[in-house]
């Protein structure tokens, strides 16, 4: 039986069983060493806080495909926002207090929850300085690490939102996703932090023009009109693009559209002209041509899909490899 206590204007669930009640499903595999996937997707039909099982000695790679997940910090210190396409490592430094995620929005989140004993014998030796101090604990070191973007990250995210696997072999397909994401989460961090040619300031210069991009997915600048805006000049934005975030200024605005546009899709509030004229598309051939090269499917077809089905009913499955 799913209990619910009301704080305020918000209510909170101390069960993961709360499709029925909040339009939330929850699908929870736990792995070997201790590693544990969390599932979350739906639409959540009043503003609602979600408990996390993020592990208390630990750190857990968060994933949003879509929608927007709130972690709360303990007393005195912020909680982080994160939105969609956005990824990062955060350590156990967050309150044990549950998420908080929007109403009537569309919601697609994964989960890696990763002991730190798991960390540190696995990874540990072949992470930055920066990242070993990170996954120590040291609360100095903040509380989040960004996951830089990646189109394998986001293919492998879309596999396991859309798969048809049925049981039991669905706890394999999960399983092996799970580790994929930690392997390729751990090489954008470490990329994040590599000894490459770019200094910490044209680090946080392609940031910022990743950003720019990102608030202008309809009307982006021009390459040198960007570059000049972040103040570097257009050779070093192209080769620190690609070195820093695996892409093309180009390609990264083209993943980013489609990001966007799938959240919008899965939301089913607006048509797929609409969609496509926010992201930047005036001709709906080249947006249909662009979506399913990246999701593998029309956009159409994925409005029609209703993000309550995205994932499976909430249940626990073990599985020991």
């Given at each position: 039986m799913m209990q619910t206590r009301q704080r305020e204007d918000i209510k909170v669930f101390d069960s993961a069983d709360c499709e029925e009640a909040f339009g939330i499903r929850t699908e929870v595999v736990h792995l070997d060493h201790g590693i544990s996937l969390t599932m979350v997707s739906g639409a959540a039909h009043t503003g609602c806080?979600?408990?996390?099982?993020?592990?208390?000695?630990?750190?857990?790679?968060?994933?949003?495909?879509?929608?927007?997940?709130?972690?709360?910090?303990?007393?005195?210190?912020?909680?982080?926002?994160?939105?969609?396409?956005?990824?990062?490592?955060?350590?156990?430094?967050?309150?044990?207090?549950?998420?908080?995620?929007?109403?009537?929005?569309?919601?697609?989140?994964?989960?890696?929850?990763?002991?730190?004993?798991?960390?540190?014998?696995?990874?540990?030796?072949?992470?930055?300085?920066?990242?070993?101090?990170?996954?120590?604990?040291?609360?100095?070191?903040?509380?989040?690490?960004?996951?830089?973007?990646?189109?394998?990250?986001?293919?492998?995210?879309?596999?396991?939102?859309?798969?048809q696997v049925s049981e039991p072999l669905r706890s394999v397909f999960l399983t092996s996703k799970a580790y994929e994401l930690i392997a390729l989460g751990l090489e954008r961090l470490c990329m994040a932090h590599c000894d490459c040619a770019l200094s910490p300031g044209d680090i946080e210069r392609l940031k910022r023009a990743r950003d720019i991009l990102s608030e202008n997915l309809s009307d982006p600048p021009s390459l040198v009109a960007l570059a000049h805006e972040v103040g570097i000049n257009d050779f070093k934005l192209k080769k620190g693009f690609k070195v820093l975030f695996d892409t093309t200024p180009f390609g990264y605005l083209k993943e980013r559209r489609m990001i966007v546009a799938r959240s919008a899709l899965l939301a089913g509030e607006q048509s797929v002209t609409t969609v496509a004229n926010q992201v930047g598309y005036t001709n709906l051939g080249h947006f249909a041509a662009a979506f399913r090269k990246q999701f593998g499917t029309t956009p159409k077809a994925m409005k029609k899909t209703s993000h309550t089905q995205i994932g499976r009913v909430g249940r626990e499955t073990s599985l020991a490899l």
């Open positions: 806080d979600l408990p996390l099982a993020l592990p208390r000695r630990g750190s857990a790679m968060v994933f949003v495909v879509a929608g927007t997940l709130t972690l709360p910090g303990r007393a005195g210190q912020r909680g982080i926002a994160f939105g969609s396409g956005e990824a990062a490592l955060v350590s156990n430094g967050f309150s044990a207090e549950p998420a908080t995620v929007g109403r009537d929005e569309a919601l697609s989140v994964v989960i890696v929850g990763l002991p730190h004993a798991y960390m540190s014998r696995v990874f540990s030796a072949a992470c930055p300085e920066a990242i070993r101090m990170f996954l120590a604990g040291d609360g100095a070191r903040g509380l989040s690490r960004e996951i830089l973007p990646s189109a394998s990250i986001q293919a492998v995210l879309h596999q396991m939102a859309t798969a």
